[in-house]
């Protein structure tokens, strides 16, 4: 149990949740929360409100140090919007865009499938915090299609944990780890955009943690890993209020600007708190910077923000194959004989053209398209299962009573019940013959 000793922090309720143990904690305020203007809410109980509207922004990348020009998105309340329709809205109306997000999760061990079909090709470099996993979880159980093998670092299988996950296409690799920092709950990582080369510091803030201990580190690391980079984002839960003092000398000091400005933990629906940041020295260079409810974590809401650099997706990969669906081997044999019969046998590139011809006729060529995101087993009724699940997530939020809190939980088991089944049933019936025939596969 984290035993908490300054009680006028407002910070403390929802940083006590951020770090305990998986267990079940039941809301029992009825207080209706404020909700920002900038902040997206998801499938409340209200009338339909007005459609989605952004303020326009500059498409030109820009390195100013000048005060932050950050759009955020205003949403009024939608009943009809879920998730995965706002997360793919804002993958749209950012095309060709970089979008960052990070989320704290609250262990991710249960939740890594609803997970992944949320941010699969909507998010380019995603943050988890709070993975609260340990050596017996292999690296191989936290891969996503059309993303890098995620940079990791492990507390213990009760809190801390930091996962990040970056398109595999956008060149980037681990900073080397600089002696000293060990201690330093975060992941240094270079990423290379073509025309800028950026320095993200994945992070989290535990809180036992003093806040001065977390800021006097950062501010060694960045000493120590920011004299090679001119471009910095900061991103994580760091147990601090955009408005604390510590927070604000350590934004004064390093000409940083945070670019979240409405409440992100909802662990207290009557004073929502803002805590998951994302920090930079170039806040001319980001746009659109807006919070979702996803209902993977328990209290914290992703939070998203586009790059106004361009850097866009590779194609999609073609494959060529021949169906043989329909292949007869003697009737092609029969045909091919026939044909060379009435042909000059001494001019091979005759030969070619007769045998590529007859084999077109007999097992025609097909194309098709591969997706990086490419997920066999997910069936229409699983996609269905996760966005009623997103809904009833922002419905208990929003009004956190003892019923909405049932309903919830029972989807959410539900969905994870449909998950495990359906991946089952798609890999016990997977013919390994059929493997290397790959429009069967």
Not at 14 to 41: H, L, Q, W
Not at 159 to 185: M, T
Not at 260 to 269: D, G, N, Q, R, Y
Request: hydrophobic content about 35%; aromatic content about 10%.
């Amino acid at each position: 149990m984290l035993e908490i000793s300054n009680r006028n922090d407002e910070n403390l309720e929802c940083a006590y949740a951020a770090d305990r143990t998986d267990k079940s904690i039941s809301i029992k305020s009825n207080t209706e929360p404020n909700i920002a203007k900038n902040d997206i809410v998801i499938g409340l109980n209200t009338a339909q409100g007005e459609p989605l509207t952004t303020q326009k922004a500059s498409d030109e990348d820009s390195t100013s140090d000048t005060d932050n020009d950050n759009v955020s998105l205003d949403q009024s309340l939608d009943t009809n919007k879920n998730a995965f329709d706002l997360i793919k809205e804002y993958r749209l109306k950012n095309t060709n865009k970089v979008i960052l997000a990070h989320l704290n999760i609250n262990s991710i061990r249960n939740k890594f499938s609803s997970l992944k079909e949320l941010v699969s090709d909507n998010i380019d470099v995603l943050v988890i915090e709070e993975t609260k996993l340990d050596e017996t979880f292999p690296e191989k159980a936290f891969m996503i299609l059309g993303y890098k093998k995620p940079f990791r670092k492990d507390r213990n299988s009760y809190g801390g944990g930091i996962l990040v996950f970056i398109r595999e296409d956008i060149p980037s690799r681990e900073a080397p780890i600089i002696e000293g920092f060990s201690d330093l709950e975060g992941i240094f990582v270079e990423i290379n955009l073509r025309k800028s080369k950026w320095l993200l510091f994945a992070t989290y803030k535990p809180p036992s943690l003093s806040k001065e201990n977390y800021f006097s580190q950062v501010n060694k690391a960045l000493d120590a890993y920011g004299s090679k980079f001119e471009n910095i984002v900061m991103m994580g839960d760091i147990n601090t209020t955009e408005t604390d003092e510590k927070l604000v000398e350590f934004l004064e000091d390093r000409e940083l600007s945070n670019l979240v400005h409405f409440p992100t933990c909802f662990m207290s629906e009557a004073n929502p708190s803002t805590i998951d940041l994302i920090i930079t020295n170039k806040p001319k260079s980001f746009q659109n910077t807006t919070g979702v409810s996803t209902g993977i974590s328990d209290f914290h809401k992703m939070v998203l923000t586009s790059m106004k650099t361009t850097f866009p997706k590779a194609v999609p990969k073609e494959f060529i194959y021949r169906d043989m669906k329909n292949f007869d081997k003697n009737a092609f044999k029969r045909d091919l004989k026939e044909k060379l019969k009435q042909s000059d046998s001494t001019n091979y590139a005759l030969f070619e053209e007769i045998f590529e011809n007859a084999l077109d006729k007999h097992a025609p060529k097909k194309k098709k398209m591969q997706r990086a995101n490419h997920k066999p087993y997910v069936t229409k009724a699983m996609r269905k299962a996760i966005m009623k699940r997103s809904e009833l997530a922002t419905k208990y939020r929003t009004r956190p009573t003892e019923e909405n809190k049932k309903a919830f939980k029972k989807q959410r088991n539900f969905y994870n019940r449909l998950y495990k089944k359906e991946r089952e049933k798609y890999y016990e019936n997977l013919d390994l013959r059929k493997i290397m025939e790959y429009n069967k596969f």
